[in-house]
């Protein structure tokens, strides 16, 4: 009797023993493969959270200045895929019952320039696309520039091209219909997509040489890059693969890149507690997890490297509000010195012309004139910050944040420094002389028009306070001679020979 219990208690004990390392097993984090819906066009991030009632799309940029989300669009269920380039989205919803084909909806993100907050459009809704065919199989997306493309099987594969009216087919390479894959390509194909296939341990691709339908196909096999091929990366400037393998303490990833003579290896990623996966990011890559409270976590991974950083919370960006209260304040400045320029000297009943030479510049030529003197100090700009447009649009009178108005400042100091220089020696700045415009002394009873040196030369400080604060050159528009704030202290007018 007592062997017989001996016996029970040893088979209960490794019986126990057992199951605690199964279910250890089971919890342990590195056997967790990327789940987490989650989409990169570089610059841009766009998350699939999910949520009591369905899921929430969240969306990251670099142009946030942080480790910031918004929050963009709420849908009833997780969506079945989601592709992005440039600004653009793409959301392929789960069909819901049978012999319905998936939704697909498409949204896009502008950056205000001034407040550097984002808007979505369509406002407060998706834009609806065409559904899927209803008899077709769902197998993945890809972005392309005018719209998404998707892989289908409806029973064999085909390639659909989304159109404004419905789906267009592409035509498939021959020796891609083996269990193809369709993905986000960053190579130097016309398409920014590929149908991939592992074979065996290489990873075979077919990008498209062309942007037309009819353009062929070109194959490319990448050495080693299929072993234990698990997603191709979005959002890298260079194509990368995540492959699963079994290491001492469980299955862990590899994070490589692919090249034709094999893949080199970035970095092993034990994969997070809850949904994970990584995408593409600027230059480098983030790894992206959601843990059991619905809190996104980001670690930054370098491009060279390797490293991975501590992961940090992202959180709500917070409202532009505060940013706007600046504007109060520039509002008091702009009426204080135009109040002031009336003061000094009230535009009352001047005379329409000048004298029998001279007669006031009109406004476009001046507009003309101001647009060729700020092109040095844009292309200056440009070259030094890498701005683009919107950037040098942002003028520091209505954007407070110092960094976002760098190129617009050095641009605006740049035209200030250089008009100055050209006004004090030959009274007009280079965009003047193109249009025939001159500095000169406000009507006289007697004596020299041309304007003296300390007129042009504060005339010129001036205008260059106005181009920071735009608002200051209202007065200008109102009176008869075009006399602005800086002419009007200055005693001066812009002018061209009869």
């Not at 393998?245 to 997070?272: E, N």
């Not at 447009?389 to 520091?396: H, I, K």
């Not at 108005?405 to 193109?434: D, N, Q």
Request: proline residues 9%; charged residues 15%.
């Amino acid at each position: 009797m007592r062997w017989s219990l001996t016996c029970a208690l040893c088979l209960l004990l490794a019986w126990s023993v057992a199951f605690t390392q199964r279910a250890s097993a089971w919890a342990r984090p590195s056997d967790h493969t990327p789940s987490l819906r989650a989409v990169s066009s570089g610059n841009h991030l766009w998350i699939a959270l999910p949520t009591e009632s369905g899921c929430t799309i969240l969306h990251h940029s670099s142009e946030m200045n942080g480790a910031f989300f918004k929050e963009v669009r709420s849908l009833p269920a997780l969506p079945a895929a989601l592709a992005a380039r440039e600004n653009h989205l793409w959301i392929v919803a789960a069909p819901v019952g049978s012999g319905t084909g998936g939704a697909v909806y498409g949204l896009s993100t502008i950056r205000d320039p001034a407040t550097g907050s984002f808007s979505y459009q369509p406002t407060g809704r998706l834009d609806v696309l065409p559904s899927l065919p209803a008899s077709a199989r769902f197998c993945g997306i890809a972005p392309q520039e005018d719209g998404p493309v998707v892989l289908v099987a409806q029973p064999d594969f085909a390639l659909l091209a989304s159109a404004p009216m419905g789906w267009h087919e592409i035509a498939l390479s021959g020796d891609a219909v083996n269990s193809p894959m369709l993905v986000a390509w960053a190579g130097a194909a016309a398409s920014p997509w590929a149908i991939v296939n592992v074979d065996g341990v290489d990873l075979i691709s077919w990008t498209r040489s062309g942007a037309a339908n009819s353009s062929p196909w070109e194959r490319q096999c990448w050495s080693g890059a299929g072993d234990g091929f698990e997603m191709m990366i979005t959002g890298s400037v260079r194509p990368a693969t995540l492959a699963r393998f079994d290491g001492a303490s469980g299955a862990s990833f590899l994070l490589q890149y692919i090249t034709p003579s094999g893949p080199r290896k970035l970095t092993v990623i034990t994969p997070p507690q809850g949904s994970w996966t990584v995408t593409g990011f600027g230059e480098g890559f983030r790894l992206i997890s959601v843990g059991a409270g619905g809190d996104v976590q980001l670690s930054a991974i370098d491009a060279v490297t390797g490293s991975v950083t501590p992961s940090t919370p992202l959180t709500p960006q917070p409202s532009t509000t505060s940013e706007w209260i600046h504007l109060p304040l520039l509002g008091a400045l702009t009426i204080g010195m135009l109040l002031a320029g009336f003061i000094i000297h009230p535009p009352a009943d001047p005379p329409p012309v000048l004298c029998a030479e001279w007669v006031a510049l009109p406004l476009p030529r001046r507009l003309i004139a101001l647009a060729i003197d700020m092109v040095p100090g844009a292309v200056i700009a440009v070259l030094v910050t890498g701005a683009n447009l919107d950037e040098l649009l942002a003028m520091p009178s209505w954007t407070p944040d110092l960094a976002r108005s760098t190129p617009s400042s050095i641009m605006l100091g740049i035209t200030g420094v250089w008009c100055l220089l050209f006004e004090l020696s030959l009274r007009a700045s280079p965009g003047k002389f193109l249009v025939g415009g001159r500095i000169v002394r406000e009507p006289v009873a007697s004596g020299d028009p041309r304007a003296g040196l300390w007129r042009s030369g504060g005339r010129a400080l001036l205008k260059t306070a106005v181009l920071f604060a735009p608002a200051l050159g209202f007065l200008a528009f109102v009176h008869p001679l075009h006399q602005g704030l800086p002419e009007t202290i200055t005693k001066t007018v812009v002018a061209r020979r009869r």
